[in-house]
């Protein structure tokens, strides 16, 4: 069930409706129901599968908790892991490697393509499930007693299939909490949801037009052609997702719950660290704890500082999905990550003796910088291959000379897919949303915009809504594209 179709909003609109009519001590059953009914309009029958994760975590949990053996305790621990991940490997990667080999071996290799359906969100629901059982083996959380309860915590629709990733220590406690019909609660999440609204059907669902005619067919274009499907692709890709995560904390809002902020202005980051300070937070956070700091974190020396920065962010590029492309993303950003590190003191000492350390000019430089190598890193995950990747990346400053060239800007403007009308509405909504967001600073924009006069709250919501009554995409309801993670 998509957030941007009509199905959705009416079954939300159900939901709520009745979650305020009900006593408390029903509510987590009718929103447990909802969820299964939310997950299983995509596929009813893999709901088996989360409900699996969920009994498997469920009992760790509590039988790590009461044993009192370290080495029981860590043997609980490791089969959980095998069996959340196990799950996690057999649907989403046991293909990608026998693809693999079939293309090292060919005939000599016995197994053809494996048809394997990929789960929706398995991934999230994976990474949530398998922290809380690790946060309960660390001594950090108590095991939660209601299944029930643990299960809504698994499969609470609003962030079901694309995250925030939420921290059991976070998300549990508001499961038991009384939460009463709150009207400006209320208006406050609707205004989030219309905020994420405008991000994924204006700008995402449009941009993804003009950047699948180009890097569909990579090697029929050239220059400007490809810098500009790129940067759409960053533009896509954010909205998108952030915009996924602004709805789903629209929702939990209006029904009394807060999740986790997973997006922070990424694009104003001024480094490479602060953009994975500010993206996709619930998951950088994740790896944080789960992956880099057990790897040893920076506490034994440099080298292997970066060591672990490299590991943790193939994972990660693994994570997103099975292909080479992806793992080339990730190490892409761990490269990133060891430079920025070694090469700080030398650029801070460059700005101090140019006299540019912590002036607005410098900070502008590295936003633009920081944004440009943000955008070389996404040409591998959108590219449909290694080799469209290596393409596109060795064309993009094709003809660079003509780029001032009002008549080959106007054939890229209208030689991708869309109208020009289109291409100007999406570069307007586009400019809209990254004024507000300077704005706003690194605090998200639905936080800041609340705190402002009736004049600007009223003024901001106008323009939104005129955005996505006028320019939505409604025709064809886009599906989310972290749905595939």
Known sequence: MLFNSFTFIVFFITVSALYF?????????????????FYMAWNPYLIVLILFTIFINYFSAIAIYN????????????????????????????G????????LFGDNWPIETLNIILPMGISFYTFQAAAYTIDVYRGDIKPEKHFG????????????VAGPIERSANLLPQFRKRHSFDPQRIVSGIRIMLWGFFK???????????????????????????????????????????????????????????????FKNPYLSKSIKEFWRRWHISLSTWFMDYVYIPLGGNREGEA???????????????????????????????????????????RNRMKKSLHLYGTGFSAFVSTIITFGLVCIGWVFFRANSASDALYVISHMADSITGWADRQYIYEVMTGMGLGLYEMLVLVCAILFMA????????????????????????????????????AGVFYEAGVFIYFQF
């Not at 009519?21 to 009914?37: E, T, Y």
């Not at 990608?96 to 293309?103: E, K, P, R, S």
């Not at 994570?319 to 793992?327: E, I, L, M």
């Open 67 to 94: 044993e009192r053996s370290r080495r029981r305790k860590k043997r609980i621990l490791v089969f959980s892991m095998l069996v959340d991940f196990g799950l996690l490997f057999i649907f989403k990667y046991l």
């Open 200 to 262: 994924k059907i204006v700008i995402a669902d449009r941009a993804a037009v003009a950047v699948n005619a180009v890097y569909n067919s990579a090697s029929e274009y050239r220059g400007l052609y490809l810098t500009a499907a790129t940067v759409l692709f960053a533009f896509q890709i954010y909205c998108d997702f952030s915009g996924y995560s602004d709805i789903a904390k629209g929702c939990a809002r209006v029904l009394g719950f807060d999740l986790m902020d997973n």
């Open 435 to 470: 004024v507000t967001e300077i704005f706003c600073g690194s605090r998200p924009v639905y936080d800041v915009i609340e705190r402002k006069n009736m004049a600007v709250r009223l003024i901001f919501y106008i323009i939104t809504a005129v955005f996505i009554l006028s």
């Open 149 to 160: 309860i643990f299960a809504l915590f698994v499969m609470f629709f609003p962030q079901l």
């Open 96 to 103: 990608f490697m026998n693809d693999t080999l079939l293309a």
């Open 304 to 346: 292997k500082k970066y060591r672990n920065l490299i590991i943790t962010f193939l994972v990660s590029g693994l994570w997103h999905g099975a292909n080479w492309t992806f793992v080339l993303w990730g190490a892409v950003h761990g490269i990133y990550q060891v430079i920025g590190h070694i090469t700080a003191p030398v």
């Open 21 to 37: 009519l009900l006593p408390h001590r029903v509510r987590w059953l009718l929103l447990l129901g909802a969820s299964c009914v």
